[in-house]
């Protein structure tokens, strides 16, 4: 790790973070112009380090990078909203479309675990092509005084479709019902209560396969969800973290999960199963605690939903919305380091959930389960769980990954079911 002089007028940040620029960055030059209806972001990304965000066919793409922070360690996140805070106060800001997304942004993708190998980044691009409430923008970023001297961007055909079979990885489904039966008995033994269990799955992609396809793929096939590429990290996730604009604060918690029926007689009966059934609501209850109990220091007057039952194509979750103001004005990013990781992805209490999870999963878990989103000079922002997500490594390595919080009365057999739903997007993305 270096702390490079990128900003050096700038005060020190509390602990380091790389930086790398594609230029010098003295301050950062950003103009967003109003354009005609983009229709589609994915056309206008590279095939090969595709930079999105996007749900129901709005979102941000983004082109190049005219900054890269990359963060290690427990600080990561803290270090990120510190140097974000850096960034940002540096940077003259020209926004007349002024909605989420617009101006300054920066896309983000943190790993799991403290300890990780896989690097944390806040990606910021030359050029974003937005989309939102009907409006369209292009926004040109540079370290030079004149942000409009970037290119215009254009979309591009995509290029030949590929299949991938994924096979299994260091935890197999047999492997991943044997840790299942051991969680359940510490469980059994008092001194954890939940914890959220993943394996992996492996694929390779061939050499200068168009990404861009397999992102077509998620954000069609799940449109609800958020569909994202940072970094080599692509997913497409139904969990709200935490989204922060106009100085509120939302987060929609998802744990518990069923099938779908093969009916809609079928489905109706498995979504009220779900929502009866006491095994979820534990589960969903640790995963809602966790969440309130890290947003209550930054808000007043949360106000939470009773749980309800959430269809995506896949399978029903149980989800429970969370709102309030931010009191302290905390950004996004602030509040993504202070829930990150909720029960839904570590467990309950924490610290013995991730214990077990560094015991019984043989892989490191990169960014899945991290946080995933984008952050905005104002400090608003859009956050996910980084779930149903796969990691495209240089080489062209892909793993892919899927979990699900483990209770007393959790059934390896059905776990391992659920993994396999949970798997479903990616596979079919790239298969
Ligand atoms: C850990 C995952 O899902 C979490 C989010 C929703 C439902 C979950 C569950 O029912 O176990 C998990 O807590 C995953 O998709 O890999």
């Given at each position: 790790m270096f702390t490079p002089s990128a900003y050096p007028g700038t005060p020190s940040v509390k602990s380091e973070f790389v930086t790398r620029t594609a230029a010098p960055v003295q301050a950062l030059s950003v103009e967003t112009t109003p354009v005609d209806?983009?229709?589609?972001?994915?056309?206008?990304?590279?095939?090969?380090h595709p930079l999105l965000w996007q749900r129901r066919g709005e979102g941000i793409a983004g082109l190049g990078e005219a900054v890269r922070l990359e963060f290690t360690g427990p600080t990561r996140v803290t270090d990120a909203a510190d140097a974000w805070r850096q960034i940002t106060a540096a940077a003259s800001v020209v926004d007349p479309?002024?909605?989420?997304?617009?101006g300054l942004v920066a896309f983000g993708t943190f790993a799991f675990a403290d300890e990780s190998e896989q690097a944390s980044v806040l990606i910021v691009p030359s050029v974003v092509v937005g989309r939102r409430a009907g409006v369209s923008w292009v926004t040109r970023i540079s370290a030079t005084t004149d942000a409009t001297a970037t290119a215009a961007p254009k979309p591009s055909a995509f290029g030949p479709e590929f299949r991938l079979t994924m096979a299994p990885g260091q935890l197999s489904a047999a492997g991943y019902g044997k840790a299942v039966e051991s969680v359940v008995s510490r469980i059994a033994t008092g001194d954890v209560r939940k914890v959220v269990l993943s394996r992996e799955l492996h694929a390779h992609l061939p050499a200068?396969?168009?990404?861009r396809r397999a992102l077509v793929e998620l954000a069609l096939g799940y449109s609800d969800c958020w569909t994202f590429a940072v970094d080599g990290f692509v997913g497409a996730s139904p969990e709200t973290l935490v989204r922060v604009t106009g100085g509120r604060l939302s987060a929609q918690v998802l744990a518990g999960t069923a099938a779908r029926g093969a009916d809609a007689a079928a489905d109706g009966r498995a979504a009220a199963a779900l929502l009866a059934s006491g095994k979820d609501r534990a589960e969903h209850a640790f995963a809602v605690d966790s969440v309130l109990e890290a947003l209550s220091p930054h808000t007043v007057a949360l106000e939470t939903s009773a749980p309800f039952t959430l269809k995506l194509p896949n399978l029903w979750h149980l989800a429970t919305d969370v709102a309030g103001p931010v009191a302290d004005g905390s950004s996004a990013l602030d509040l993504v380091g202070a829930l990150h990781p909720t029960a839904a992805v570590a467990g309950t209490p924490r610290a013995a959930a991730l214990e077990v999870i560094r015991e019984l999963e043989p892989f490191d878990r990169g960014r899945y389960a991290g946080p995933v989103g984008w952050i905005g000079a104002d400090g608003s922002g859009e956050w996910a769980v980084a779930l149903r997500s796969a990691q495209i490594a240089p080489s062209g390595d892909i793993t892919a990954y899927a979990g699900g919080g483990i209770v007393a009365d959790s059934d390896p057999v059905l776990e391992v079911a659920e993994t396999t739903m949970k798997f479903r997007p990616i596979v079919e993305a790239f298969g």
């Open positions: 209806d983009v229709r589609q972001l994915i056309p206008f990304l590279d095939a090969r479309v002024g909605l989420p997304g617009s200068g396969a168009d990404v």
